[in-house]
């Protein structure tokens, strides 16, 4: 009673459209269908607690969430290796935090591991790992998804086991929505697509120079532009480095390549910049498991490492809050989230101890 009393004030908080210290956080995890495999949380970004709001069954490794908070709609892979492998769009009930299926549709493409949609909710597309495809999916004007093309690739790299076929990790757009980007981790390229505008809808558009080889054996996971839209960073899963790179027009130029994982686990994940564009967080697994911190040059965007925070084992995706005050980090192995506070002079993370325990996070998102 005391908990369900607690949870209505933290959902209340989260309605109240001028509390903006109150985020909702949706956690995606590694869970079998009939587990809580998604949960909503109240998030305070003052004080770093969070109290949870809802949960929802009914989906197989829900492992990577794409949020519209304005239109209350919110989608997930289910990271199957089978043909059941979906993305599931979900309405955003504002009442009670819970999730509310729409429909799902098979991305035909085994072990979708990140979804990108864009800002309008026209098109979402799923990058498939273990497919070595990208699954483009129309989005009807009420959230249902609607129809599907699948973009398959070929080719392989230097690492005969990890790269002997197309792995595509993360999809994602310019700034400006007119290019989708999709990583492949198996050929160490970054496939380049043009977005077509039709109003009502998105189409991909194949260029005539589709894509941007990096060094052999980098394995591109993730990439993050920079706020000012002019510097984009990819984390090499292999290679545990970042590479920086200067963008413009659909174009990327490799300007720097610096060490994030100095242990060469080759276990890199993900890649986050703070608001303010000073400080780049990388997350390594798989030995010494924690985030380098790097310091980021406001003239031509290079970096320069001033840390480095041990975390729980695997830590994967992580998030930051709006406000630069938390850093959020999901540690799969070690089954909680932790809760970072983030000086805003260093960069540098300090542990608040006010860990969220949740089996095998895997993905967060902050919405309001």
Not at 111 to 117: F, G, L, Q, T
Not at 207 to 219: H, K, N, Q, R, V
């Amino acid at each position: 009673m005391i908990a369900a009393t607690i949870a209505a004030s933290a959902l209340a908080s989260c309605n109240q459209s001028d509390n903006n210290s109150i985020m909702y956080l949706s956690v995606g995890s590694y869970a079998p269908a009939d587990s809580a495999g998604i949960a909503i949380y109240a998030f305070n970004c003052t004080d770093g607690s969070a109290t949870r709001l809802s949960d929802t069954r009914g989906i197989a490794n829900p492992s990577y969430q794409a949020v519209c908070a304005d239109k209350n709609w919110l989608c997930s892979v289910s990271e199957t290796g089978d043909d059941k492998a979906a993305l599931v769009a979900y309405r955003f009930n504002r009442d009670n935090a819970a999730l509310e299926e729409i429909n799902r549709l098979t991305v035909d493409g085994a072990d979708p591991c990140y979804v990108w949609v864009d800002s309008k909710r026209r098109l979402a597309v799923t990058a498939n790992y273990s497919g070595g495809s990208i699954t483009a999916i129309g989005i009807n004007p009420d959230g249902s998804l609607a129809n599907k093309r699948v973009i398959s690739f070929t080719g392989s790299s230097v690492d005969t086991v990890r790269q002997a076929k197309p792995h595509l990790h993360c999809t994602y757009a310019s700034p400006d929505e007119r290019f989708l980007f999709a990583n492949d981790l198996g050929t160490d390229s970054i496939h380049g697509f043009g977005i077509i505008d039709t109003g009502n809808s998105l189409a991909l558009e194949t260029l005539a120079d589709p894509s941007i080889m990096l060094t052999g054996g980098e394995g591109p996971r993730h990439t993050e532009f920079h706020p000012n839209g002019r510097f984009a960073y990819v984390i090499g899963e292999l290679s545990g480095n970042v590479t920086t790179m200067q963008y413009a027009n659909g174009k990327f130029t490799v300007v720097q390549s610096i060490e994030a994982d100095s242990l060469h686990a080759s276990g890199s994940a993900d890649i986050h910049i703070s608001p303010d564009g000073r400080f780049l967080y990388a997350s390594n697994r798989l030995k010494g498991d924690g985030i380098a911190i790097f310091a980021i040059n406001a003239t031509d965007g290079t970096l320069t490492k001033v840390g480095y925070q041990p975390t729980g084992i695997h830590p994967r995706n992580f998030i930051i809050t709006p406000d630069g005050r938390f850093l959020l980090c999901a540690c799969r192995d070690s089954n909680v989230i932790q809760v970072f506070s983030i000086n805003p002079a260093s960069g540098l993370l300090v542990d608040t101890h006010r860990d969220i325990a949740f089996s095998k996070p895997v993905c967060l998102k902050l919405f309001r």
